[in-house]
């Protein structure tokens, strides 16, 4: 019972490290939040920026990793 437990917590720790490593390093990857679709709008004092594109791809990335798992698990 434990062990898939501490199987899951392993899974769910690497998850969020990988996250954080894509955060810490967004700027830098090629396609960090500069996707045509990527919406910033730049007024006196404030400033919106909208990813949508990047969402949609890191959306589809997760879905696509997340179903391989599934499938061949």
């Known amino acids: 019972m434990y062990t898939q437990l501490a199987k899951l917590l ?3 720790g690497g998850l ?3 996250a ?3 955060l810490y390093f967004f700027d830098r990857l090629p396609f ?3 996707l ?3 919406f910033v ?3 006196k004092g404030f400033t919106l920026y909208f990813p949508l594109a990047t969402s949609l791809v890191l959306s589809l990335l997760l879905s696509l990793v997340l179903w391989l798992i599934m ?3």
Do not use: E, T
């Open 10 to 12: 392993m899974i769910m």
């Open 16 to 18: 969020l490290l990988l």
């Open 20 to 22: 954080g490593v894509v």
């Open 32 to 34: 960090g939040g500069h």
């Open 36 to 38: 045509p679709g990527d």
């Open 41 to 43: 709008v730049k007024k």
């Open 71 to 73: 499938r061949f698990r």
